[in-house]
């Protein structure tokens, strides 16, 4: 797979500099959406999961915290489960320790679960895969050694190549990046008992994007959680409400 990165590579820097004009009048025009689940605790049930990541666990694009992923999990949990959620828009793997350490420091409960939102920004950044492996396994270990978590379940990178308000050129080195950190994703979970994987298949239309056209909408977010419980659901870690 290195000697595939390194042609991917090879085909990407003689355009890099217009894609890099490109992503800087999008983040020009498009609305600036807030995250509104950045550190967010649901319930005060005895079974306990982690929501933990990028924009999509920061409820960017939500119209309310009740349409956020940790919202749509405590609705279809029910009140045996307590729900607590960390998440910052722009967020890549390698930076998730240190930039939740006072949070993750100050919890003393033990997860049941947690579940890991992570890669759309590696992928915008264009992160090694290597060292997304690496970066992603050290985020593991971490959390195992913290909270001794039954199962950590690895969430697919969204579909970044399908973003409305990417032109094609950009939406296809996105792809191309996508398909290197998901088979690290894959070969983590391969590898590692606990940790569960599964390839993101929705159904994505005109109301999946909020008004940017990069995050979800609330239907996009009740989407990606449906998805989610259904495959911990098919495995028994979690029974719907």
């Known amino acids: 797979m290195v000697a595939e990165y390194h042609l991917f590579k090879a085909k990407l820097y003689p355009v890099l500099p217009f894609l890099i004009f490109q992503a800087f009048r999008i983040r020009q025009i498009r609305p600036q959406l ?20 990028e924009s999509t666990a920061a409820g960017v694009g939500a119209s309310a915290q009740r349409f956020t992923l940790a919202g749509q999990f405590f609705q279809h949990l029910g009140s045996e489960f307590q729900v607590k959620n960390l998440g910052k828009n722009g967020l890549q793997v390698h930076q998730v320790t240190s930039h939740f350490n006072k949070e993750l420091n100050a919890i003393q409960d033990r997860f049941e679960g947690i579940m890991l939102f992570l890669g759309a920004n590696d992928c915008f950044k264009l992160t090694a895969p290597d060292k997304f492996r690496i970066e992603l396994d050290k985020l593991i ?84 959680a449906k998805f989610t419980l259904d495959g911990l659901s098919t495995r028994g870690l979690l029974k719907l409400a």
Do not use: C
Request: net charge negative.
């Open 34 to 53: 807030p995250a509104l689940s950045e550190n967010l605790t649901l319930g005060n049930g005895n079974r306990k999961l982690l929501i933990l990541g």
């Open 141 to 224: 270990s971490d959390l195992k050694n913290r909270f001794s978590p039954d199962w950590i379940y690895l969430a697919d990178i969204p579909p970044v190549h399908l973003f409305p308000a990417f032109p094609k050129l950009m939406q296809y080195f996105l792809q191309g990046q996508r398909n290197f950190l998901q088979k690290e994703m894959i070969s983590i979970s391969q590898s590692q008992k606990e940790v569960l994987f599964d390839k993101i298949t929705l159904d994505i239309n005109s109301d999946f994007f909020a008004s940017d056209l990069i995050h979800p909408a609330d239907e996009g977010y009740q989407k990606i």
